[in-house]
C-alpha cells in the first residue's frame, strides 16, 4: 500500500512541472478576436475608468472641432493629432459599448470611429498608456480620451491557508535506463507578441547600414524605416501605421524663431539638425547638433521673420551614421505683440459680411470671432478663408456685429488678437420678404392693404401696377410707428391693380418684394 502510494506521489511530482508549462502556453495564446480587434479596452487607474486603445495601449482621442461621420483636421493639425487609419473593415472587441466604422478622408486612406466620432493619435504620447493630450484645446476646440466604461482594479491573489506545513517529497526512484535515441526538435510553439512600445505614428533606431537614396535625403545616411535598420540588434522595426514626414516647413516667426520636435530613440548618440529654404529644398545645411539625452525638441534662432523653411532631423549612432527621422513643427511662433493688422470690413449681405486684413509671420491659418450687444466672442462660421480674408455667414439681418482675427500657428496657439471692427448686416439677404400681404377694403378709389410685419425692418415701400408682371410703381411709405397696413387713395374707378410691398432697414437697404396681391376699385 506504502508502496503505491510513492509511486502516485513520485508521478505527480513528474508530471505536474509538463502541465503547468502546458497551461501557462494555452493562458498566453491571444485569441482570434484579440488578435483581430481593431481597438482596446485599457484599464487606467488615474480615470479610474476604462479608455479607449489602439490594440497595442497606445490612447485615441476624440475632437470637438469634429462632428459625426466628419474630420475637420488636416495639414498642421494632423501632424500633431494624427488620424488613427485602416484598410480594413475594423472589428469591435467583446465588451465595446459603441460602433466602430471607418469615414473616407478622401485622400485615399480610411479613419477609424467611434459612434461615428473620427479617432487620432497624439504627437506628445511616447508610450503606451500616455493621455498627455487629455483636455488640449489645440486647433481650437477640446481634445478628449474615450471612456467606455468603469475600472475596478484586480483584487489581490488569494494567501496560502495558515499553518499549512510542506513536507518534501521523498526522492524518486530512477528510472531503468534506455537507449538514448536522438533528441526529437522541440515543438514550436507560437507566442504572444509583447505589447508595442514604439509610438503609432512612427519609430526609429539608427546604426543601420548606410543609405543610398537620392533626392531630398541626399547619399550617405539612412532613411526612415529603410531596411536594414537593426543596428547590432539594438534596433527595432518600422511598424508605425502612420509614419510621420521626414521634413518639416514652417514660417519663422516675428522673432525669428522655429521651434522643432521629432521622434526619438534611445540609442541615439547625437541629432543633427539640417535647414533649407523652400524656395531651394534640397540643399540642406547643418545648423546645430542635440546631444541623444536632451530632449527630443529644439528651437532654431537666427532666421528671417516670415521666411519659410524646411527643416530635417538626422538621428546619428555611435559611429557617425545619420538617420533622417520623423519631425513636425511644435509651434511657429505667433505670439508677437500684435496680431493681424488692418481689419475692416469690405462688404455686408443680410446674412453675411466679408472681412479683410494683413496678415502676420508664423500664422498657418486664422481665426475669426464675432460678438453681439458687447458679449463674448465666439468662433464665426466662414468660407472663403485665406490668409488676407474670409467671409463670415450664417449672421441675422439688420444686426450689428463685431469681429476680431486672430493668426494660429502649426500647434493651434493664437496670436493676439486684431483690431475690432463693427458691421451691421441689412434686411435684404437670405430672400427675406414681407409675408401675408393681403386686400382689405375695395372703395372707388381706395384700396386697403395690410401684411406681417418683418424683423428688422425700420419702414415699408407699397409699389403698385395694372398688370401683373409690372412695371411696378412706389405709392407710398409706412413707417414702423404704427400698424403694418395702409389705404392706398387716388385710384381710379372699376379698375383692377396689383401690389407688392418691400421692407427697408436703418439704412435704406430695401428687401426682396412679396409676392403681389390683386384688388379691384367699384364702379
Not at 213 to 225: K, L, R
Amino acid at each position: 500500500m506504502l508502496a503505491g502510494t510513492r509511486w502516485r506521489v513520485w508521478s505527480d511530482a513528474v508530471l505536474r512541472p509538463f502541465l503547468l508549462a502546458a497551461l501557462v502556453l494555452l493562458s498566453l495564446a491571444p485569441s482570434a478576436a484579440a488578435q483581430d480587434a481593431t481597438v482596446a479596452m485599457v484599464g487606467n487607474v488615474t480615470y479610474g475608468s476604462t479608455l479607449l486603445t489602439d490594440p497595442s495601449g497606445w490612447t485615441l482621442y476624440t475632437w470637438d472641432g469634429d462632428s459625426p461621420g466628419v474630420s475637420n483636421c488636416w495639414d498642421a493639425c494632423s501632424q500633431v493629432w494624427a488620424p488613427y487609419l485602416s484598410d480594413v473593415d475594423p472589428v469591435a472587441p467583446s465588451g465595446l459599448p459603441g460602433g466602430l466604422s471607418l469615414i473616407d478622408r478622401g485622400d485615399g486612406t480610411w479613419q477609424v470611429t467611434y459612434e461615428e466620432w473620427p479617432l487620432y493619435y497624439f504627437q506628445g504620447d511616447t508610450r503606451p498608456g500616455d493621455t498627455n493630450g487629455d483636455g488640449s484645446a489645440g486647433f481650437g476646440a477640446q481634445w478628449y480620451v474615450v471612456v467606455v466604461g468603469a475600472f475596478a482594479a484586480p483584487s489581490p491573489p488569494p494567501q496560502s491557508p495558515a499553518g499549512l506545513n510542506v513536507q518534501p517529497m521523498p526522492p524518486a526512484q530512477p528510472p531503468a535506463p534506455v537507449v538514448q535515441q536522438p533528441p526529437a526538435p522541440p515543438p514550436v510553439v507560437a507566442q504572444p507578441a509583447p505589447a508595442s512600445t514604439t509610438p503609432p505614428f512612427g519609430a526609429f533606431a539608427p546604426g543601420g547600414q548606410t543609405g543610398t537614396q537620392p533626392g531630398i535625403y541626399g547619399p550617405g545616411y539612412q532613411t526612415y524605416g529603410q531596411q536594414p535598420y537593426e543596428g547590432l540588434g539594438q534596433g527595432y522595426p518600422y511598424p508605425g501605421p502612420i509614419p510621420q514626414s521626414l521634413t518639416a516647413t514652417a514660417v519663422a516667426s516675428p522673432a525669428g524663431t522655429v521651434s522643432l520636435y521629432w521622434q526619438g530613440s534611445p540609442i541615439a548618440a547625437s541629432y543633427r539638425i539640417y535647414r533649407a529654404t523652400t524656395f531651394d529644398p534640397t540643399n540642406l545645411t547643418f545648423v546645430q547638433s542635440v546631444p541623444g539625452s536632451a530632449p527630443d525638441t529644439t528651437t532654431i534662432s537666427g532666421l528671417a521673420p516670415g521666411t519659410s523653411y524646411v527643416f530635417q532631423v538626422r538621428a546619428t549612432d555611435v559611429s557617425g551614421v545619420e538617420t533622417a527621422v520623423p519631425v513636425s513643427v511644435s509651434g511657429t511662433g505667433v505670439s508677437g505683440p500684435t496680431g493681424p493688422a488692418n481689419l475692416a470690413v469690405a462688404a455686408s449681405t443680410g446674412s453675411s459680411v466679408t472681412l479683410s486684413w494683413t496678415p502676420i509671420p508664423g500664422a498657418l491659418n486664422y481665426s475669426v470671432r464675432q460678438s453681439t450687444g458687447g458679449g463674448v466672442f465666439t468662433n464665426s462660421l466662414v468660407t472663403n478663408l485665406t490668409s488676407a480674408g474670409a467671409v463670415v455667414t450664417g449672421l441675422n439681418p439688420n444686426t450689428a456685429y463685431a469681429f476680431q482675427v486672430f493668426g494660429v500657428d502649426g500647434l493651434g496657439n493664437l496670436s493676439a488678437p486684431s483690431n475690432t471692427v463693427l458691421a451691421n448686416t441689412t434686411v435684404s439677404g437670405g430672400g427675406l420678404s414681407p409675408t401675408g400681404l393681403q386686400v382689405g377694403s375695395q372703395g372707388q378709389t381706395n384700396i386697403a392693404l395690410s401684411w406681417q410685419a418683418l424683423a428688422g425692418a425700420t419702414s415699408y415701400v407699397v409699389t403698385v401696377s395694372t398688370n401683373v408682371a409690372g412695371p411696378f410703381g412706389n405709392v407710398g411709405a409706412v413707417t414702423m410707428t404704427g400698424p403694418t397696413s395702409v389705404v392706398i387713395n387716388g385710384l381710379l374707378p372699376n379698375t383692377q391693380y396689383y401690389f407688392r410691398v418691400q421692407a427697408t432697414d436703418f439704412l435704406g437697404n430695401p428687401s426682396a418684394p412679396s409676392a403681389p396681391v390683386a384688388g379691384h376699385t367699384t364702379l
